[in-house]
C-alpha cells in the first residue's frame, strides 16, 4: 500500500458540529441550546469517507473540561499535522475525484496534492509508523491525565456542595419563610419545615385559603423571604 500526502482547506480537519435543546428549568425558557461534536471524525475525513477513499489523518490527543457536566473531562482529538493527512491505493482515474477536474468535483476540504518534481510524494512507510506510534501514545497519556483530573475534580465537587449545603442549613432552619424562586411552584411562600437529605428541604406552601401543602424541594429553589 503507498500513501501520498494531500493538503486540506483551513477549518476541513476540524469535527462537525451539532445542535439540540435540552430542558434547563432554570432558565426563563425553560430550555437551552447546547452544542457538540457530530462525530469524532473530522469534515474532511467523513467526506473521504463517503467518496469511498482510504485515508490517513495523524492525530494528537488532548484533555478538555466538558463544558455542560461539571467535573468531567474528555480527551479530543485533533489534527497532529495542519493542513495535511495521507491518501492510499490511488489509481490514475481516483486523483481527478480527489482533488477535482474540469467537471469532476473533488472531495470538499481537499485543497491539493503534495508533488515532487510534479508527481504525487509517496510516504515512507516508516514515517507512517512513527506518526502512529506518536498517536498511539498521545492518546493513552491523555486518557490517564483525564482520569486523574476528573477523581480530583470529583472530589473538589464533592466538598464544594457539602459546604453550600451546610450555608444553607444555617439560613434555611426549621420555621423559617421563604419563597420558591425555581420550579413549578415559584413565586409562592412557603414555611421551611425540615431537612430531608443533604440537597432537599420540605416545606409548608402558604396559599389564601388557608390550604396547606406540603412539598420536597432542592434548596437551591428557596431563598429566604424578607
Known amino acids: 500500500m503507498t500513501w501520498y500526502a494531500v493538503r486540506t482547506l483551513p477549518g476541513a480537519q476540524r469535527p ?3 445542535f439540540w435543546t435540552e430542558i434547563a428549568e432554570h432558565t426563563r425558557r425553560g430550555y437551552r441550546v447546547v452544542s ?4 469524532e471524525h473530522s469534515a474532511v475525513e467523513l467526506a473521504l469517507m463517503d467518496r469511498g477513499f482510504t485515508y490517513y489523518m495523524p492525530t494528537e490527543y488532548s ?3 466538558n463544558r ?5 473531562y474528555e480527551v479530543r482529538r485533533f489534527a497532529l499535522l495542519k493542513g495535511y493527512l495521507f491518501v492510499a491505493d490511488l489509481a490514475d ?5 480527489l ?7 473533488g472531495v470538499p476540504g481537499i485543497k491539493g496534492v503534495v508533488a515532487n518534481c510534479g508527481k504525487p510524494f509517496a510516504i515512507s512507510p516508516m514515517d507512517l509508523f512513527r506518526l502512529r506510534m506518536f498517536e498511539q501514545h498521545s492518546r493513552a497519556e ?4 483525564a482520569a486523574q483530573l476528573s477523581r480530583v475534580e470529583e472530589k473538589l465537587l464533592r466538598e464544594r456542595k457539602k459546604l453550600a449545603a451546610r450555608g444553607a442549613r444555617k439560613k434555611l432552619s426549621a420555621g423559617r419563610d421563604v419563597k420558591l424562586i425555581w420550579g413549578e411552584k415559584v413565586g409562592r411562600a412557603a414555611t421551611v419545615q425540615a431537612w430531608e437529605d443533604q440537597e432537599t428541604v420540605r416545606v409548608l406552601l402558604r396559599s389564601l385559603d388557608e390550604a396547606e401543602e406540603t412539598i420536597v424541594v432542592p434548596y437551591q429553589f428557596l431563598k429566604v423571604a424578607g
Open 68 to 72: 455542560h457536566r461539571k467535573g468531567l
Open 16 to 18: 462537525k458540529r451539532e
Open 36 to 39: 457538540g461534536t457530530a462525530s
Open 99 to 105: 482533488v477535482g477536474a474540469p467537471g469532476i468535483p
Open 63 to 65: 484533555v478538555v473540561r
Open 142 to 145: 491523555a486518557e490517564n491525565r
Open 93 to 97: 482515474a481516483d486523483w481527478p475525484r
